[in-house]
């Protein structure tokens, strides 16, 4: 965990969990912003499925959701299946509820389903510790990449930590790792090496909910 400051604003730093290569996706039943139930066999494609818990609020998720969305829709052509999920604590921030999460889909022009996890269930089997944090299956949805869409950050203000790499700002945002780790996958390549892990805004969690690992 690191403290970091964004905006005037401090925000406790996550970097992701990186869950091991091969486990399969926990599956998941979860209502999405038109109001259908989703299933995760409903939004796994034939080649694979990627698993984006984000938020509305999150400069790390504002940094990069534009591409990320382009991205999307790429992949969703050549038969990756796409997810977004949100499962922040409404309570301590509102500006992540339902209605918003909406607008945001609607804004942002989503052509994947964003879908509430109210209870943060999904977030936990998923051990998802940070906004974003970005889980690639292969087609039998088992775990081929976990990490960072790129290297690139929004701007902040935070001291270098021992054994960290500097958080880059002056990276523009490419999606670099991720395309990488969808060409690996829909060439039926090994899943590329080094994965290095998302960075973002920690998941608000429910009181008594937070993971011993989050």
């Known amino acids: 965990m690191y403290i970091l400051f964004l905006a005037g604003?401090?925000?406790?730093?996550?970097?992701?969990?990186?869950?091991?290569?091969?486990?399969?996706a926990p599956d998941f039943v979860l209502p999405?912003?038109?109001g259908r139930t989703v299933r995760l066999a409903d939004v796994a494609g034939p080649n694979g499925l990627i698993v984006a818990f984000i938020c509305n609020h999150c400069p790390f998720?504002?940094?990069?959701?534009?591409?990320f969305v382009d991205f999307a829709r790429e992949v969703q052509t050549r038969g990756i299946g796409v997810v977004a999920i949100s499962s922040n604590d409404i309570v301590e921030f509102p500006e992540d509820d339902y209605d918003h999460m909406k607008l945001f889909a609607a804004e942002r022009g989503?052509?994947?389903?964003y879908l509430h996890d109210a209870n943060q269930q999904v977030a936990?089997?998923?051990?998802?510790?940070?906004?974003?944090?970005?889980f690639m299956f292969d087609s039998d949805l088992r775990l081929f990449y976990a990490g960072q869409f790129d290297a690139s950050r929004p701007k902040i203000n935070r001291p270098p930590v021992p054994g960290l790499p500097p958080l880059r700002t002056d990276l523009p945002v490419s999606g670099e790792d991720?395309?990488?780790a969808a060409e690996a996958l829909l060439a039926g390549e090994a899943p590329?090496?080094?994965?290095?892990?998302?960075?973002?805004?920690?998941?608000?969690?429910?009181?008594?909910?937070?993971p011993t690992w989050a």
């Open 32 to 34: 999405d912003t038109d």
């Open 9 to 24: 604003e401090a925000r406790t730093l996550r970097l992701s969990r990186m869950m091991e290569l091969g486990t399969p």
């Open 110 to 113: 989503f052509p994947f389903p």
């Open 178 to 180: 991720m395309r990488r």
């Open 124 to 134: 936990i089997a998923y051990e998802a510790i940070c906004t974003p944090d970005f």
């Open 192 to 210: 590329p090496q080094p994965q290095r892990p998302s960075a973002g805004c920690s998941i608000k969690w429910l009181e008594g909910n937070s």
């Open 61 to 67: 998720v504002l940094h990069v959701i534009d591409a």
